[in-house]
């Protein structure tokens, strides 16, 4: 099968939500990883806790269909979704419900025409405090300091999130999931550097004013 390597978000097909919801069992913890590609990381996972549910969301339906053959095949706890996930979160999920959220390695879109389709924004960090329960954990891991630094001003700003590590700073102490993506894997093996974020969703008690960068700073 030809997958598709990328896929432009703001096409009309992508606008309204046509996948297949998950079926969450009360009660079971739920991990999300978003832009989950063949979904490895969500199913090494599993390997590791079998106790929680896992959701995949992609914006390829080849790839959703792959994930899910093989979840299937395996019994392994995890459900692809095929969705642009800047715009339905809340339409999949329905509330605070989300006890983790991964974002692995998010395309760069290095052309200058194309950045405006990065997948870290506003708007996805405001979908993410939307379906996560407070104590959630986001974690933001690329090899490229401009999606790095992206994602840090765009959760930075949003007062529902805080840093485990500190304002404004990187996360230095490695994954600790126990598990690698593949692109974490190549990164690691060929010596790139990987820039991590931790964040929580707190309670709304910091207020909602924005707040302005200084420079960031790896956590020592």
């Given at each position: 099968?030809?997958?598709?390597?990328?896929v432009n978000p703001f096409g009309l097909h992508f606008e309204h939500f046509r996948g297949e919801r998950p079926q969450l069992a009360p009660g079971r913890p739920i991990e999300v990883e978003i832009g989950c590609a063949d979904a490895q990381f969500l199913f090494e996972r599993a390997t590791v806790d079998p106790s929680r549910t896992y959701v995949g969301l992609e914006i390829r339906e080849d790839l959703?269909?792959?994930?899910?053959?093989?979840?299937?095949?395996?019994?392994?706890?995890?459900?692809?979704?095929?969705?642009?996930?800047?715009?339905?979160?809340?339409?999949?999920?329905?509330?605070?419900?989300?006890?983790?959220?991964?974002?692995?390695?998010?395309?760069?879109?290095?052309?200058?025409?194309?950045?405006?389709?990065?997948?870290?924004?506003?708007?996805?960090?405001?979908?993410?405090?939307?379906?996560?329960?407070?104590?959630?954990?986001?974690?933001?891991?690329?090899?490229?300091?401009?999606?790095?630094?992206?994602?840090?001003?765009?959760?930075e700003r949003d007062a529902r999130f805080t840093n485990a590590a500190d304002e404004w700073t990187f996360w230095r102490a490695g994954n600790p999931f126990g598990v690698r993506s593949s692109r974490e894997q190549h990164a690691e093996e060929t010596g790139l550097p990987i820039w991590r974020l931790l964040y929580r969703r707190a309670e709304l008690n910091r207020g909602d004013a924005e707040k302005e960068p200084p420079s960031p700073r790896l956590r020592g």
């Open positions: 099968m030809r997958i598709r390597q990328h959703v269909a792959l994930v899910n053959r093989r979840a299937k095949r395996t019994n392994a706890p995890v459900h692809a979704v095929f969705c642009n996930a800047q715009l339905h979160l809340l339409e999949i999920f329905g509330g605070a419900q989300l006890d983790r959220v991964y974002l692995n390695f998010p395309d760069p879109w290095f052309k200058r025409r194309h950045q405006k389709r990065r997948m870290i924004d506003a708007g996805l960090v405001d979908g993410i405090a939307r379906v996560a329960r407070p104590g959630a954990d986001v974690f933001v891991q690329s090899d490229v300091w401009d999606i790095a630094l992206d994602a840090m001003i765009a959760f």
